[in-house]
């Protein structure tokens, strides 16, 4: 489980391939010293478990699915990704919960800059679209935001300086593909409400 809040940033160092996925080695000299094997971490929000690591690197593994579900497929050397790791028992919850199970993908169709703030909106499938709602949250990238303008096809948000300035959405553009997980409380309520119409076998 993590919170939304991204720690640090941290670069691709390599894409290794091993079919049918790839290994991805992820350089940030801050916390991979105090990460072990089999620890969780979110990279761009993404849950991947650490298969290797050293004082400067962390290796993940990324199969199939995972490559073609996120965005994590589209990584080559030198990008720069958001990390989080997993929250600690007693930890503050600064965002809101974020599984680090992507539900899809989303893309950057426009940004306005002013003053050092930004305003972005994504165009997101039906499905995803579903899930959100105005001052809901949602994490974009492993970033936990709160959803300004919600429509069928396209949300927006309002990025601060800060955020923009320590995560990697200060570096997006149009065009650019992005991961979404919307809110854990807004696939139970759909699920439910989908659940009347089902026949009951009792």
Not at 107 to 128: K, M, N, S, Y
Request: proline share 4%.
């Amino acid at each position: 489980m993590f919170s939304g809040i991204v720690e640090t940033m941290g670069e691709v160092a390599a894409v290794i391939s091993e079919p049918p996925g790839c290994r991805l080695v992820i350089r940030e000299a801050r916390i991979a010293p105090a990460t072990k094997v089999a620890d969780s971490l979110a990279v761009n929000g993404c849950c991947l478990t650490v298969v290797a690591a050293d004082v400067e690197t962390m290796s993940f593994q990324a199969g199939p699915e995972t490559l073609s579900r996120t965005n994590l497929g589209e990584l080559r050397p030198g990008s720069r990704v958001n990390l989080e790791r997993a929250l600690a028992v007693g930890d503050r919850l600064g965002g809101h919960f974020v599984t680090g199970h992507i539900d899809g993908t989303g893309v950057l169709i426009e940004r306005r800059d002013f003053g050092g703030w930004a305003e972005c909106w994504f165009q997101v499938p039906t499905h995803l679209a579903r899930q959100m709602a105005p001052k809901g949250s949602v994490a974009v990238d492993g970033v936990s935001l709160t959803i300004v303008e919600s429509l069928p096809d396209r949300f927006s948000v309002a990025l601060i300086p800060y955020t923009l300035a320590v995560t990697t959405l200060g570096q997006i553009r149009v065009g650019d593909r992005v991961n979404i997980e919307t809110d854990l409380l807004a696939k139970y309520v759909q699920r439910i409400l989908e659940a009347r119409s089902w026949n009951s076998a009792d």
